[in-house]
Each structure stands twice: as structure tokens, then as C-alpha cells.
């Protein structure tokens, strides 16, 4: 009698847990109790019957073994995925990813940044866990190009999603872009610190034909090539080379376009300040030819003190064009004419170092020959007085 209740009981209870498996759909959440961790596989019991979590159910990335997902005793959230032999067979990556996807979403939609931490390093790229796989690709890690990635694994980074798509289940993360951000928010920081006037120094960036770029906090400011010295550049190679500290002025600011305008020579004292203390109207001075033009030569009397002597200051005799006479590097004397040290202009010229050179025609000396030939006077003697008139 008590052996045929037993079987009776024990097939209540295999019919009981039948029912309750036939109730439990494929896509149905439940929770269940962990009660073995294997290397494979996770055995959970779910309202009192028997499931399974194979290994590639645990997580949406690899997983070497159970027990570093989960632990005996804990209590999962999990999706039925299919029955087996009576056994329900479930996954936590599911669930994980269906609870991950809603906050994605919300965070790519908002823009947000949020910290990962990296788990793995793969060819072209770093993966996260997130409940869903994220990559962050080779290009979107860092504005500079990363030989090894491998040190990234284990490590926190701040980022932002720039593509995803639930259905193929695609997340693309950029840690790049956050770090651009961060810059463009410094930058706009900056640049509206900035005060127009202020001397500051900053970093040689890069040379161009026009000017060169200098970093001045985490912003760029262009010193144009009229703005790097008091004298004359040519190249700005010349005169900076990257890296180089140097001190600007800050001549503009536009918020609105970051762009800055800067100036070295402003920077400096010039030489201009004090060009009447050293130099004065009708000294004559030693100089440097450093330019020729249709209208006479610009000469350098004093570091970066440029004068000009006109076309019809070179010399006595009518001059075309200066570089019939003169050439670029020629040392000349020069007398000081005019200093308009607000305009900054010296007149200079050379013929007023210069005696004049007289040429006297051949009719003048005939004229004063003497039809004798043995007068008594000299020819000096006889034209002495005329040559005084015509030096005159």
C-alpha cells in the first residue's frame, strides 16, 4: 500500500514538474538559484526544477571558465532559451543585453560619456563588456597612433558611443572623441581667457611660408611673418624652429573662430624706442645694403634700424635704377638726412658722403689755351680760377 502511494507521489511530482516546464516558454524570464559552477556549465534550479547555463550563455564575451562569471548561491535573472531532455536550457547573456540595450540607447540618443572597463585586446581594437559586446576601434582610441594595445586591458576609459545597432547587435565606442571634447572645451576655455594686449609665452608648433603656429595653453595663435622680428623675414626658418619657446603678444582674439592673432617682434623692445638717442640728423654712419627697389635701397644702420636712401641720393651722377650701382649685402657710408622715429623713417644718403666729381669739358680748356707757346703761365695757373667757379 505504501510502496504504490510512493509511486503515486513520484508521479504526481514528474507530472507536476512537466507541467511546470511545458508552462515556461521559449523568451519567458525567470529567476533561479546557482547550485553548481562546472568549467562549461552553470546548473540553477527554477521554481524547483532543474536548468542549465552552457558557458556561452554567461556572457556576451568569451569566457574561459563558469566560475568567473558566477558563483554558487547567487540568484540570476535569466531567459529560457529552449528545452533539453526535460531540462530547461537558459542565458544571462539575454537578459544582460536586453537591459544593456534600453541604456545604450539612451546614452548614444543623450551623447553621454561613461567609463568602460577593458577587457580584452583583439586585432584592430579594444572590447568591453557593457552586457552587450562594444569595440572601440584601433583609430577611435587615442588622437595618436598606439603601437600596443595590450596595456589598455584592465583599465578604465571614458567614452561615447558613435554607432550602434541593437538588431546586429553592433556598439561602437570612441575614447578619441572624448579626449577631442575635452581639448575643444579647453580650447574655448582658453581662447575666451585670452586678453587682447597680453604678453604670454608659448610653443613653437610648426613653420609655414606665411607665418609660423604657436601653442599658447592648448590653443594655436598665428604670428604672421611680418610679425616676427623688426627687420625684414624672408623665411620664417630663419629665425624659429619648432619646439622653441618664445614670447607673443596677443594682438586678436575671435571667439566665435578661435583663431588668434599673435606678434614676436611686439613682444620685444624696439629698437625704434630709442632711435633718436643713437642716431642723429647728419652723422655719418656705416651700413648694410638689405633691399633694392625702383625708387632707391633700403640700408641697415643699426640691428633692425632700416633707412632709406632715395634714387637721387646714391650719387651725383643721374641713376637710373639703384642696382646699376649698388647690390644686396654692400657695405656703404651713408649721412643721416631726416629721423621720423613715430613713423619710423630714416632718409639717408650716399652721395652727401661723397665729393662731387668735376668734369671739365674740352672747349672749356681750349678756351684758355694760350695761342703762344711759351707764354710763361702753366695751364693750372691759367685755368685756376675757373675750375674754383665750376667746383662751385
Request: glycine residues 6%.
Amino acid at each position: 500500500m505504501t510502496e504504490n502511494m510512493n509511486q503515486e507521489n513520484l508521479t504526481q511530482e514528474i507530472e507536476n514538474q512537466e507541467n511546470v516546464v511545458a508552462e515556461l516558454k521559449v523568451g519567458d524570464t525567470v529567476s533561479g538559484e546557482v547550485t553548481k559552477v562546472s568549467e562549461k556549465m552553470v546548473t540553477v534550479y527554477v521554481e524547483g526544477l532543474k536548468g542549465i547555463i552552457p558557458i556561452s550563455e554567461l556572457s556576451s564575451l568569451h569566457v574561459e571558465k563558469a566560475e568567473d562569471i558566477v558563483k554558487e548561491g547567487e540568484v540570476l535573472t535569466l531567459k529560457v532559451i529552449k528545452h533539453e531532455d526535460g531540462d530547461l536550457v537558459l542565458s544571462k547573456k539575454a537578459v544582460d543585453a536586453e537591459a544593456a540595450w534600453k541604456e545604450l540607447v539612451a546614452k548614444f540618443e543623450s551623447g553621454e560619456v561613461f567609463d568602460v572597463l577593458v577587457r580584452d585586446s583583439v586585432n584592430g581594437g579594444l572590447v568591453v563588456d557593457l552586457g552587450v559586446r562594444g569595440f572601440i576601434p584601433a583609430s577611435l582610441v587615442e588622437k595618436h597612433f598606439v603601437d600596443d594595445f595590450q596595456d589598455y586591458v584592465g583599465k578604465e576609459l571614458a567614452v561615447k558611443i558613435v554607432e550602434l545597432d541593437a538588431e546586429n547587435n553592433r556598439l561602437i565606442l570612441s575614447h578619441r572623441a572624448v579626449i577631442e571634447m575635452e581639448l575643444a572645451k579647453q580650447k574655448a576655455d582658453t581662447v575666451s581667457s585670452l586678453q587682447e594686449g597680453a604678453i604670454v609665452e608659448g610653443t613653437v608648433q610648426r613653420l609655414a611660408d606665411f607665418g609660423v603656429f604657436v601653442d599658447i595653453g592648448g590653443v594655436d595663435g598665428l604670428v604672421h611673418i611680418s610679425q616676427l622680428a623688426h627687420d625684414r623675414v624672408e623665411n620664417p626658418a630663419d629665425v624659429v624652429e619648432e619646439g622653441q619657446t618664445v614670447k607673443v603678444k596677443i594682438l586678436s582674439v575671435n571667439p566665435e573662430t578661435n583663431r588668434i592673432s599673435l606678434s614676436m617682434k611686439d613682444a620685444q623692445p624696439s629698437p625704434w624706442e630709442t632711435v633718436d638717442e643713437t642716431i642723429h640728423v647728419g652723422d655719418e654712419l656705416t651700413g648694410t645694403v638689405k633691399r633694392l627697389v625702383a625708387f632707391g635701397a633700403f640700408v641697415e644702420i643699426a640691428p633692425h634700424i632700416e633707412g632709406l636712401v632715395h634714387v637721387s641720393q646714391i650719387a651725383h651722377k643721374h641713376v637710373k635704377n639703384p642696382n646699376e650701382v649698388l647690390s644686396v649685402g654692400q657695405e656703404v657710408k651713408v649721412k643721416v638726412l631726416e629721423i621720423n622715429k613715430e613713423e619710423r623713417r630714416i632718409s639717408l644718403s650716399i652721395k652727401a658722403t661723397q665729393e662731387e666729381e668735376v668734369e671739365v669739358k674740352q672747349e672749356e680748356i681750349n678756351k684758355y689755351q694760350p695761342k703762344e707757346e711759351n707764354s710763361g703761365f702753366n695751364l693750372g695757373e691759367l685755368l685756376g680760377d675757373k675750375l674754383k667757379n665750376l667746383r662751385k
